[in-house]
């Protein structure tokens, strides 16, 4: 896996590659250069980590498509598109497909600096999102199946006496379900247990009675 601080530099035109590779080195990062999507594509993997700084027109292959490959393979680095001036359009649709920003050529190094950190933001965001859903899941993965059921009903507010009206149990049962649930989760408080819920995406699925 590369270092979180590489930028992958996909661009056809070697002058380009050259100073903006010379610049990001400078200013700590490491870079790694492709002269084509076609390149870049062969070798990175899903593995791999950074950012992607990617020319939109290239021949052969242009950014739309390389961006769509890198959906297709796993490939979920954040990408930066670089653009002709009058690319507008064409920045609109990498934004469309996913792009997190777009630089118009010639590019300030203060707007191509600030574009790669909001870039490596992202992944960090992103990866501290899925380490907490990841981690929600596996809780939520030990309550047995009226344990779920009870917790997926607090999740949409319902109380305990609605939930035992629901659920057709009493409501001692509710509360015994309840208490084994918030144990199982590791959660003193109701807020908790419902942030736990949230985290594991509970609250997009439809309680069934």
């Known amino acids: 896996m590369t270092n979180s601080k590489t930028v992958h530099l996909v661009d056809d035109d070697e002058a380009i590659r050259h100073s903006a590779s010379f610049m990001l080195r400078h200013a700590g990062y490491t870079v790694k250069t492709y002269k084509d999507g076609v390149t870049f594509l062969d070798e990175v993997t899903p593995e791999d980590s950074g950012c992607v700084l990617l020319d939109v027109r290239m021949p052969v292959m242009d950014g739309l498509a390389v961006q769509k490959a890198m959906a297709s393979k796993g490939i979920a680095m954040p990408v930066v598109v670089l653009t002709g001036h009058g690319d507008v359009s064409v920045a609109v649709e990498a934004m469309k497909g ?83 649930l918030m144990e199982k989760l590791e959660a003193d408080s109701l807020s908790a247990a419902l942030r736990i819920a949230f985290a594991a995406g509970l609250d997009e699925e439809s309680p069934t009675a």
């Open 98 to 180: 996913g792009a997190i920003d777009f630089l118009e050529k010639p590019y300030e190094k203060s707007a191509l600096l600030t574009a790669i950190e909001n870039g490596l933001a992202a992944v960090k965001n992103r990866d501290s999102h899925d380490r907490r859903q990841q981690e929600a899941a596996a809780l939520i993965a030990q309550l047995t199946p009226r344990e779920k059921e009870v917790l997926e009903r607090l999740v949409a507010g319902l109380t305990n006496k609605m939930i035992a009206e629901e659920l057709d149990i009493s409501h001692r049962t509710v509360e015994i379900h309840r208490a084994n």
